[in-house]
């Protein structure tokens, strides 16, 4: 598999580490209710189709990136910066 | 038997080699299979299971049958397919799977007991007693079925990895692989041809077609001498590519020194190859399928196309009176062929009733084979023809049932081919792997104009898509001759007529597994062994689902394929693995102290990747334990020195420094005047407790925080993490700086008296009280000087840059010594720990909050922070938690045992009484006994109770009293001191 660092550029997947679902990234407020948390920390969809997930360049610039990819076709769709991955 | 003036090698260079101890001799560019053959020798192994006698059946990867050990001792290499390896002066090989030898196998009782050895029987018969399965049934059938043997020693062998990129990744070098490259490298793309043979050419090496006018391989070798003068087309020969994986990763294995048996200046035996393409042609060709037939397995019955190969290749006849069977004109121009080459061929059966006819070779039209005899060798066939049946005397038998496009490839992203009912085989499903384009026989084009034209065609479309203009290329001329095939997979008849030869399983055994209700393909598959082996089906698995399709009155399309996994061909997990074994699997971190501590004697513990002093024996200490008790009363009395570099250091920079560590610590960091060192609390996003450390403020904008060293890499990629995804917008920058600076805890309460004489000016309760922090000069090297403490003795952290680490580290020890102390190891660390009710790991191990382990109120009421919201869960903070405790033994067993159980006084230790678990424990030289730290149900309020820790593992019961953690110096008293 082929990640596309937005720094570095196109590097195989074993210089990344996979964190998970891009979810991580939508924090709730702390006064958000007991529902937003438990769905934030605990709960992720497991879809067969287009997902977004986490992956830090930790053997590269040490850049986390949101990768957008099939789950079913393994084709990789988009990479952006976490940092501006937050709309 | 050598034929005078054929085949591709160099008959000027004569090659000895030994085979069962038998010398042999071949010439350069033979296979061990083709010299053997040469040499006259048809039996070259025994089967898996029932030990029949066996020959070569393939001249190629796929063999199933003549698998022998090359080598001995550490380096001896089991399962080597003979027709892959080349000989060299010196190759010693072995035949596999016999006793006592291959002549002579006594194993060979178990083709008498066939009739109770077919599919699925140790399913059924090795049912009872259910313990003799494992003791004597397994054993027994291991010992009698197999391949080689490992030497069970370490390899010797050098293996490697490399990484290859380009723009189009050539699979195969025969007429539709060459031609790809040729147009690709002429347009200027950075081009890999890859090949698994050990010269460019695939068929056209074994086949007597002309191109252009000219013999086949005289034009390969001038497309690959035009090939080899381009800058920019890499050749690899020797080159299997193996697997096929996401966007354009292949894998491939070279054999690099397999063929000469040298290691020339520690050149790898094998290199593993992930090689990174933007567009790949497939072009892997094909493989024939035998005919199963009754006996169809005995030494002498071979493919037809290896018949040739063997021919044309490496003039060698694979007998001296050849019959030829199949269903397709390839047995017409395998007997002309070997007429041509003055060998006799006895007849042609072909079980077409329009078979062409001959003048030269007498042609038995819609005959079928349907037995064959022989000891240890083909002696007769008998030809069943609708007038009956009859002998022929004969040696060799080439036999053909058709070509299987080798699709595997298309097949590794979960792909399945498709199938074409005009040539009887799985082609390619188009898009099967995206940028990859199959051409020639691989795609089911089988003629070498068709092969030719294909190449030139994928090649144009993968540079299409790269932008690449296409040159005009010509297309050679070459034949074109249409395939005409009638299927035949088995001919009917009594006996066992062998499908799989590697695993031994007949027609019959598939019919069974149809029988048993066993008519999927993959249960099939996986009741008769079929397509289990080595060879992996490669040269079974389209007859036996057809014989399944047949048995089960279904279609083959419909019966379908197996899953096709990589590898295509086996793969040696040592090359997979080069450079990750021994060492490299597990990287040694040393500290700038590593020398000095190993000289003094101290045993090396494992702290993740790094390696840290148990204790520094002094003479006449025997036990760790006296070392340990000495070092902590140093400590506790005088002063002691200990390598506290492998702590992660992180290097916090930036004008929103303090308010992104207010955000990442329970605890408040803005605050924090500059000069000074606070301890801070890390929790998960789900509320527990995730690391623990000091974090100092060097500057107005600039901290250095410690890690756990367990957590340091953890922490780092948590920080980056937080600040990236979480908050972009401050304004804060992180290095990792543990390796940069080499850094030394001096404890105790002469530990002012030791740096004093170090440091520039003499250090003072003013300028320096605890949890101070500052830049210092160290005999003039810039360093700096953090006054806190593990051990609870007034105490320093003195870091210098690593260069000078070791140095002082000699100078602390020495110094320590004077003053009667001296370096301190981690046993002595952990006591000294303990004593204070210190946690670490053992207490944060990711089940406990801040609530458990008494630092509630470390999580800050002002702000937010990582963790908190899910920190204030009702049932993080509710009563009934387990929460730290020390403990101390009061009854008759003196003794704590870490991961032991805490029950209540009176009660059953049982899992419904459990009140908690001890989770640290050590003998305290201070206090003179044995004292733990622990979690007990709402501990906190049952100082002074006494509680009952059970380790049932180690039948150990102790009577205990629960108190505070903190058992030395409650108040704090010595660390300001």
Known sequence: MRITCPYCGERDRREFYYRGAATDLDRPAPDAGEEAWENFVFLRENPAGVTRDLWYHEGGCGAWVVVTRNTVTHEVLETRLASEARS | ?977
């Open chain 2, 1 to 977: 038997m050598r034929i005078k003036g054929k085949g591709l090698i160099d008959r000027s260079r004569s090659i000895p080699f030994m085979f069962d101890g038998v010398r042999y001799s071949g010439f350069e560019g033979d296979t061990l299979a083709s010299a053997l053959l040469a040499n006259g020798v048809r039996l070259m192994g025994r089967s898996f299971k029932y030990h029949r006698p066996r020959g070569v059946l393939t001249a190629g990867s796929e063999e199933p049958n003549a698998l022998v050990t090359v080598g001995s001792g550490a380096s001896q290499e089991p399962n080597v397919r003979a027709t892959v390896q080349e000989i060299y002066a010196g190759l010693e090989a072995c035949s596999q799977n016999r006793w006592p030898s291959l002549n002579f196998d006594l194993l060979a009782a178990n083709d008498l007991a066939a009739p109770f050895l077919g599919a699925g029987f140790y399913y059924k018969t090795f049912m009872w007693p259910k313990s003799f399965w494992e003791k004597v049934y397994e054993p027994i059938i291991r010992r009698a079925a197999g391949l080689g043997a490992l030497s069970g020693q370490d390899n010797v062998d050098k293996y490697e990895r490399a990484w290859a990129f380009c723009d189009l990744l050539v699979i195969g070098a025969g007429p539709a692989g060459l031609m790809a490259a040729l147009v690709a490298g002429r347009a200027g793309a950075d081009v890999i041809l890859a090949d698994e043979g050990s010269r460019m050419g695939g068929r056209l090496l074994a086949e007597t077609y002309e191109i252009d006018g000219k013999p086949g391989h005289v034009w390969v070798d001038e497309v690959q001498a035009e090939l080899e003068a381009m800058d920019n087309v890499r050749l690899m020969t020797r080159t299997s590519v193996a697997g096929v994986y996401d966007q354009g990763t292949y894998a491939a294995l070279e054999r690099v020194h397999h063929h000469d048996g040298r290691h020339p200046h520690g050149a790898p035996l094998e290199t593993f190859w992930r090689i990174v393409a933007k567009r790949s042609v497939l072009a892997a060709g094909a493989l024939e399928r035998p005919v199963a037939f009754r006996d169809n397995d005995r030494p002498g019955i071979m493919t037809a196309g290896a018949v040739r190969a063997y021919l044309n290749r490496w003039g060698v006849s694979a007998g001296k009176n050849v019959t030829v069977f199949g269903n397709t004109d390839d047995i017409h121009r395998t007997a002309r062929d070997l007429l041509a080459a003055g060998v006799h061929v006895a007849a042609v059966i072909d079980s077409r009733h329009d078979a062409p006819l001959s003048d030269d070779y007498p042609v038995l039209r819609g005959a079928q084979v349907c037995g064959s005899s022989g000891r240890k060798g083909l002696e007769a066939i008998t030809v069943r023809r609708p007038s009956g049946e009859e002998r022929i005397q004969t040696d060799c038998l080439a036999m053909t049932g058709g070509w299987n496009p080798s699709v595997h490839l298309t097949c590794h992203m979960n792909g399945r081919p498709t199938w074409r009912r005009d040539i009887a085989a799985f082609v390619p499903t188009p898009g099967a792997v995206p940028g990859m384009v199959p051409a020639g026989a691989c795609n089911g084009s089988f003629s070498t104009a068709a092969c030719l034209r294909e190449g030139i065609a994928a090649a144009g479309e993968a540079l299409a898509d790269l932008g690449v203009k296409l040159p005009e290329v010509a297309v050679p001329e070459a034949e074109d001759t249409p395939y005409e095939i009638a299927q035949l997979w088995a001919v009917p008849g009594k006996g066992r007529a062998w499908l799989d030869f590697q695993n031994d399983v007949t027609v019959k055994d598939v019919k069974q597994a149809a029988v048993e209700n066993f008519r999927s393909v993959e249960h099939m598959k996986r009741y008769t062994t079929q397509g289990m082996a080595t060879d992996q089906g490669k040269n079974s698995n389209v007859a036996a689902l057809a014989v399944l399709a047949d048995a089960t009155g279904r279609g083959i399309s419909e019966t379908g394929t197996t899953t096709f996994r990589p590898p295509y061909a086996p793969v040696s997990i040592a090359a997979i693995a080069a450079g990750a074994e021994g060492r490299g699997f597990r990287p040694q971190r040393f500290t700038t102290s590593h020398k000095a501590s190993v000289a003094r004697g101290a045993p090396m513990i494992e702290a993740g990747l790094w390696y840290r002093p148990s204790y520094f024996p002094k003479p006449g200490e025997t036990t760790w334990r006296q070392s340990c008790d000495r070092e902590v009363r140093m400590v506790r009395e005088a002063v002691g020195v200990c390598d506290v570099s492998t702590l992660g250091k992180i290097d916090i920079q930036g004008p929103d420094a303090g308010a992104f560590l207010d955000f990442v610590y329970t605890n408040m960091f803005s605050t924090l005047k500059v000069g000074r060192v606070r301890y801070g609390l890390m929790l998960r996003e789900d509320g527990y407790v995730m690391d623990d450390g000091t974090t100092a403020r060097l500057g107005q904008h600039h901290y250095l925080m410690t890690t756990t060293t367990a957590a340091a890499g953890d922490v780092m990629k948590h920080l980056e993490f937080v600040h990236q995804g979480l908050r972009p917008e401050l304004d804060v920058c992180f290095a990792s700086v543990t390796e940069q600076w080499a850094q030394f805890a001096v404890a105790g309460p002469k530990s002012r008296d030791l740096l004093n004489g170090l440091l520039e000016k003499p250090l003072s309760d003013e300028e320096w009280p605890f949890m101070a922090c500052g830049p210092v000069k160290v005999l003039g090297v810039e360093g700096r000087l953090f006054r806190i403490s593990f051990s609870g003795e007034h105490a320093y952290e003195i870091a210098v840059p690593a260069r000078y680490g070791a140095s002082l580290f000699d100078i602390l020890a020495e110094r320590a010594e004077a003053l009667g102390g001296g370096p301190y190891g981690m046993e002595a660390l952990n006591v000294l720990r303990i004593e204070k009710g210190h946690i670490t790991h053992a207490e944060i191990h990711g089940r406990t909050t801040a609530f458990d382990i008494g630092m509630g109120r470390m999580v800050s009421q002002k702000k937010d922070c990582i963790g908190k919201t899910m920190s204030e869960r009702p049932g993080l903070e509710e009563e009934g938690r387990e929460q730290l405790v020390g403990l101390k033994p009061v009854g008759e067993s003196k003794q704590l045992l870490a991961g032991a159980h805490l029950y209540n006084e009176g009660a059953e230790p049982t899992r419904v009484n459990d009140q908690g678990y001890v989770t640290s424990v050590c003998y305290s030289p201070t206090l003179g006994h044995m004292i733990g730290l622990g979690f007990l149900a709402d501990g906190p309020e049952r100082h002074g109770e006494t509680v009952k820790m059970v380790d049932g593992l180690r039948g150990v019961t102790t009577l205990c009293k629960v108190v505070d953690p903190v058992f030395f110096d409650p108040e704090g008293g010595r660390v300001r001191g």
